[in-house]
């Protein structure tokens, strides 16, 4: 079946601009995580979504950072005023329940 | 939170050699994932094992809950195992460790 897939996979925008980066989980999945990876780093965990429950935004590093899932299924990251601090590799996994998780390709972004 | 270290940080290999990497947690844990990333970036799923042992042909790996470790044990090395090996831990949240990076030489 159809794994867990990231859109754009690459984004280049201007310091400033708002950016939606958006992630297909995997069908059945009521799980859904976003990381960050920096350059030679290791992920930076953002947010978690589990059913219906209120997600953990524990990891957001700002208030720059939103995220939703709708109808429990495809998720959208959002980052506002971006900063060249952003530029980071963009993750998004999906698990069932809090299981073994899947991750898609990313999205690459960059602020220039 | 929960702290995650692996060992060792880097690691060179001539193709047909064998290594064990491992991963320390600092507190129990519900689930324990070893992913391979490879040079494109893409995440690959090599064992999902919170406790016990299991192989998957030349890779195989052991968690012990109890002491909070588990290894990866990779034999008969190949080049294209090169990249970063992460293991990640959840309890309250979802962490990685900083990952070791295999480099494997022909």
């Known amino acids: 079946g159809a794994g867990v897939s990231q859109s754009p996979s690459n984004k280049v925008t201007e310091k400033g601009k708002d950016v939606e980066l958006r992630c297909d989980p995997i069908?059945?999945?009521?799980?859904l995580y976003w990381y960050r990876q920096s350059l030679g780093q290791g992920l930076e965990f953002l947010i978690y979504?589990?059913?219906?429950?209120?997600?953990?935004k524990s990891g957001l590093p700002s208030d720059r950072f939103s995220a939703e899932r709708t109808g429990g299924s495809v998720s959208t990251l959002t980052i506002q005023r971006t900063q060249q601090e952003d530029s980071a590799v963009y993750l998004c996994?999906?698990?069932?329940?809090?299981?073994?998780?899947?991750f898609g390709p990313g999205t690459r972004l960059t602020v220039l | 939170g929960i702290q995650v270290e692996q060992s060792p940080p880097d690691l060179i290999l001539q193709e047909g050699a064998n290594s064990t990497l491992r991963c320390n947690f600092s507190d129990s844990v519900n689930n324990l994932q070893w992913f391979h990333q490879n040079p494109w970036g893409q995440l690959i799923n090599l064992f999902y094992i919170p406790s016990g042992t299991k192989q998957n042909g030349r890779l195989s790996a052991t968690t012990v809950a109890t002491e909070r470790y588990s290894l990866l044990y990779i034999s008969s090395s190949q080049t294209t195992d090169s990249g970063v090996y992460f293991c990640a831990v959840e309890a309250n949240d979802m962490r990685f460790g900083a990952g070791t990076r295999l480099t494997v030489k022909p």
């Open positions: 979504f589990q059913g219906n429950s209120a997600p953990d």
């Open positions: 996994a999906s698990s069932p329940a809090r299981r073994e998780q899947f």
């Open positions: 069908s059945g999945h009521t799980a």
